[in-house]
T-cell receptor, first 114, second 114 residues
Framework: SQTIHQWPATLVQPVGSPLSLECTVEGTSNPNLYWYRQAAGRGLQLLFYSVGIGQISSEVPQNLSASRPQDRQFILSSKKLLLSDSGFYLC?????????????FGPGTRLLVL | DQQVKQNSPSLSVQEGRISILNCDYTNSMFDYFLWYKKYPAEGPTFLISISSIKDKNEDGRFTVFLNKSAKHLSLHIVPSQPGDSAVYFCAASDSGGSNYKLTFGKGTLLTVNP
């Protein structure tokens, strides 16, 4: 069966510090990968998606970037965090079938920028 | 421009009764719809989906209804249980698109009272 891991679970960082959140998927190959953010009282906002190694698409302009160095690894980064980067970050995967497929989410990382 | 709308931020029902969660969409290209359930500090869990070629899909206590002409879908939970208390997200996708993106509503908090 497939599993998706995210770490850390919780992170408190000062404004201006760098960020690296990691997501890995097990039990599947060539998945589509996604990063979402849920801000307080808001829905799920898609930040980045990837259909292959090194292929990253950004949905909204922001202070964050993403990379996919390996097939089942997706990393969310920032060089300098802003207060507005606080939120609940979710990684998701879906099978790459050429069709819209259900996305499966990881446990999330709660980021608090102070 | 919110393409998927969940106009009720919260809903409270008694255990054993029916819960009806509503979702409206504006993009006529959407043809695949999903419902997710989310507990606090956890990732969303997939519940049920429906393609636009159907108007109903049932899985145990969960049924999703789709009214394409009204651009409206609903999730029925019967009978409701206290463990169903969570935030429910509606999501939609255009299967003809190339990015397999899901657009989420802001969620409805369901509380099932014992």
């Amino acid at each position: 069966s497939q599993t998706i891991h995210q770490w850390p679970a919780t992170l408190v960082q000062p404004v201006g510090s760098p960020l690296s959140l990691e997501c890995t998927v097990e039990g599947t190959s060539n998945p589509n990968l996604y990063w979402y953010r849920q801000a307080a009282g808001r829905g799920l906002q898609l930040l980045f998606y990837s259909v292959g190694i090194g292929q990253i698409s950004s949905e909204v302009p922001q202070n964050l970037s993403a990379s996919r160095p390996q097939d089942r690894q997706f990393i969310l980064s920032s060089k300098k965090l802003l207060l507005s980067d606080s939120g609940f970050y979710l990684c998701a995967w879906s099978p790459r079938t050429g069709w819209v497929e259900t996305q499966y989410f990881g446990p999330g990382t709660r980021l608090l920028v102070l | 421009d919110q393409q998927v709308k969940q106009n009720s931020p919260s809903l409270s029902v008694q255990e054993g009764r029916i819960s009806i969660l509503n979702c409206d969409y504006t993009n006529s290209m959407f043809d695949y719809f999903l419902w997710y359930k989310k507990y606090p500090a956890e990732g969303p869990t997939f519940l049920i989906s429906i393609s636009s070629i159907k108007d109903k899909n049932e899985d145990g206590r969960f049924t999703v209804f789709l009214n394409k002409s009204a651009k409206h879908l609903s999730l029925h939970i019967v009978p409701s249980q206290p463990g169903d208390s969570a935030v429910y997200f509606c999501a939609a996708s255009d299967s003809g698109g190339s990015n397999y993106k899901l657009t989420f509503g802001k969620g409805t908090l369901l509380t099932v009272n014992p």
